[in-house]
């Protein structure tokens, strides 16, 4: 049941898959990105809200990255529902969930 959506540059997923370092946040969403230069634009233009929005008032809280291989997914978490060529080692962007309980 991972897989949530998806939208122009890569699929979010609830909660989020496995971190390489085993790294887990409950409650939390993940993004993987179809290419490595989106999770990097979009890492930059979170560090400017939270520069505006520190204490995530208006914003949904920023929990970091980290590197998923999406070949060790488990069958449930429906990587195939994404239909973004997604290749192997990928970054994960890690939000904490604010609409899902």
């Known amino acids: 049941m991972p897989f949530l959506s998806q939208g ?4 979010v997923f609830y909660p989020h898959l496995k ?9 939390a969403v993940g993004k ?3 290419f490595d230069n ?3 634009e ?10 505006i929005d520190p204490h995530s ?20 978490d429906n990587i195939s529902l994404c239909k973004h060529n997604i290749k192997s080692n990928k970054e994960l962007k890690i939000k904490k969930n604010t609409s899902l309980k």
């Not at 122009?8 to 699929?11: L, Q, R």
């Not at 008032?57 to 449930?76: L, Q």
């Open 57 to 76: 008032y208006w914003t949904i809280p920023y929990h970091g990255s980290c590197y998923t291989n999406i070949n060790n997914a488990n069958s449930s």
């Open 32 to 34: 993987i990105f179809k």
């Open 42 to 51: 979009e890492k930059k233009l979170i560090q400017y809200v939270n520069h």
């Open 19 to 27: 971190c390489n370092n085993n790294i887990k946040i409950d409650n």
């Open 8 to 11: 122009s540059y890569g699929c």
């Open 38 to 40: 989106n999770a990097i």
